[in-house]
């Protein structure tokens, strides 16, 4: 009888409609969208990892504010607080009531030239001189140093650091300002 | 033989049915490990921190600080080789050497012809724009309680900038040629005043110094206190 046969049939054609399609989208392809998000973030990786504007401001460190509007760019960074001389990220000396202290001074109260940051930036400058020998004179060593220093700072501490630098062969002073 | 034919039909429909639904239940199955195990990685929980970090990153450049630099020198003093003096002969002008002391009753400004005294002729040339507090001009700052209880820190700084700015742009009229000056300030004279100091001595313009563009004296030199 092909009424058994038909039913069967009948019976596995309903059945099979179940089974999905396989050529079904049951999923996004999300691999292009990954592939653009690693780009940004390797991007934004990159460029934080060379910003000048890594310095968190404070209580202890306020700059001035500016109508400059030079870019602030990649030199050896000074930091001047209320309570320290920091060095790419070094501390290199108290300071205390607006000034450093006496005893880390070559020349006692009234020098001007602060020993331990000059020993600091020296060897900043040997290492950048390096650079531009190994470079080929590709990457010169231009004497810039960006100071960021607190507003309220004397200019007496302000000037004993520029001295300071002057003498291990930074003459170039970039001060880091706010924008107005 | 018509019951027993049914009997029959009905027993091999139920085999063969029972055969459909067995092969169906496999290709559902076999449906299901080709879903699971399809060879690709699960990028689902990778992703997530890609779009966490990027959102991070992108809140933190948004509140990054609009920063700028001012660009100034050190004094220097350098010898004069022979085949610079051959280069560079002596100008016929005389050189201004304007220099700017932000001293603490005001400010003194300097030239190559002497010191600058103010209208009653004595020095500082700019006076302060209020009487002066134990004898200094007031640019400190205080921390204060507001209205709603936080504390604040509030600047006071009474130097007369616009009169510096307006003698700044007589001097800058008379020598166009010029932008250099030499800054200096006392002992305890505030940073932020000096800043604000090389500020009126820039002007307001930065790409050009002509004098008519606004920008005056842009060529600072810091030397050191004069007190």
Redo the contacts between chains.
């Keep these: ?1 092909p009424s ?2 038909f ?2 049939k009948k ?2 054609r309903k ?2 409609r ?3 399609e ?1 050529e079904d989208i ?1 999923y996004l392809n ?2 292009p ?2 592939d653009m ?2 780009i ?2 390797v991007f ?2 990159k460029s ?1 990892s060379v ?3 890594n ?1 968190s ?1 404070g209580d202890d460190l ?12 990649q030199a050896v960074q000074v930091t001047i607080t209320k309570k320290a001389i920091v060095v790419e990220g070094d501390p290199v000396a108290a300071v205390k009531r ?1 000034a450093v202290d006496a005893s880390v001074k070559r020349d006692g109260a009234s020098g ?1 030239l602060i020993n331990p940051l000059l020993t600091v930036l020296q060897k900043h400058g040997t290492r950048l001189k390096k650079i531009e020998k190994l470079t080929g004179g590709k990457m010169k060593f231009k004497g810039e140093l ?1 100071l960021v ?8 501490l ?2 004993e650091v ?2 300071t ?2 003498q291990a062969e930074f ?9 107005k | 033989m018509s019951n027993g034919s049914n009997e029959l ?1 009905g027993l ?2 139920r085999a ?2 029972a055969k ?2 067995g092969r ?1 239940r496999r ?2 199955a076999q ?1 299901e490990e080709e ?1 699971h195990e399809g060879g690709e990685l699960n ?2 929980p ?2 997530d921190i ?2 966490n ?2 959102i991070f ?2 809140a933190t ?1 948004a509140s ?11 004094p ?1 003093y350098e010898e004069p080789t022979a085949a610079a003096a051959a280069a560079q002969p002596e100008p016929e002008e005389a050189k201004l050497n304007l220099t700017v002391a ?1 001293g603490y009753k005001g400010f003194i400004v300097a030239g190559a012809g002497g010191v600058m005294n103010g209208p009653d002729g004595q020095t500082p040339t700019i006076k302060c724009s209020v009487p002066l507090q134990r004898d200094r001009c007031p640019a ?2 205080v921390t204060r309680t507001n209205a709603e209880g936080q504390s604040e ?1 509030v600047w006071v700084d009474k130097y007369n900038y616009a009169a510096l700015a307006k003698m700044m742009l007589e001097i800058k009229q008379k020598y166009p040629q010029e932008r250099q000056v030499i800054l ?9 005043v ?3 100091a ?2 009126t001595l ?1 002007g ?1 313009a ?1 790409t050009k110094c002509t004098g008519k563009d606004g920008c005056m004296f842009d060529q600072v030199i ?4 004069v007190q």
């Design positions: 009888m058994a046969r039913e069967a019976a596995y059945l099979r179940r089974v999905p396989p049951s999300i691999t969208m990954l998000m690693t940004i973030l934004f990786l934080f910003s000048v504007e310095i401001l306020m700059l001035p504010t500016s109508d400059s509007d030079v870019k602030p760019h607006g001007y960006v220093a607190d507003q309220g700072l004397p200019y007496r302000i000037s520029l001295y630098a002057g003459g170039k002073y970039r001060l880091l300002v706010l924008k | 039909e091999s429909l063969h049915m459909v639904r169906i290709q559902i449906a879903e990028l689902v990778y992703l890609l779009v970090t990027i990153l992108l450049t990054a600080l609009a920063l700028a630099n001012i660009n100034v020198n050190s220097r932000v400190f700052s820190t200096n300030a006392d002992r305890t004279v505030p940073y932020k000096v800043v604000k090389m500020d820039r307001t930065t810091l030397s050191a206190g």
